[in-house]
């Protein structure tokens, strides 16, 4: 079983940054697929941005490119979301998610394991 838990949301002003980080316990976590979505008011989950299990590629929403980071440090079973520049349009609560099979996924419904939720909040 792999249980993320997100920490680092919280209220910015427009073109701050936050880092979020999802850590996870098991060595299983090590071998997902790592992705970040986002959940605003009244919208769906949307992808934001990924890593690969084994760290070689990432990827991201064109909304986000250039202005968020994704990346993994595997001694501390950790992934992060660098996020600068933020906007008021990134405000959301930010989920960590984990997947096991081995092809990468885009979709929520592709994710096996999902943190509780980070919020953060970007005013003008």
């Known amino acids: 079983q792999v249980q993320p838990v997100e920490s680092g949301g919280g209220k910015v002003q427009a073109g701050d940054s936050l880092r979020l980080s999802c850590t996870a316990s098991?060595?299983?976590?090590?071998?997902?697929?790592v992705a970040w979505f986002r959940q605003a008011p009244g919208k769906e989950r949307e992808f934001v941005a990924a890593?690969?299990?084994?760290?070689?590629?990432?990827y991201y929403a064109d909304s986000v490119k250039g202005r968020f980071t994704v990346s993994k440090d595997g001694a501390k079973n950790t992934v992060y979301l660098q996020m600068n520049s933020l906007k008021p349009e990134d405000t959301a609560v930010y989920y960590c998610s984990a997947r096991v099979a081995w092809g990468f996924g885009f979709s929520p419904s592709e994710y096996d394991y999902w943190g509780q939720g980070a919020q953060v909040t970007v005013s003008s």
């Open positions: 098991g060595h299983r976590f090590r071998d997902c697929h």
């Open positions: 890593t690969s299990r084994n760290n070689d590629d990432t």
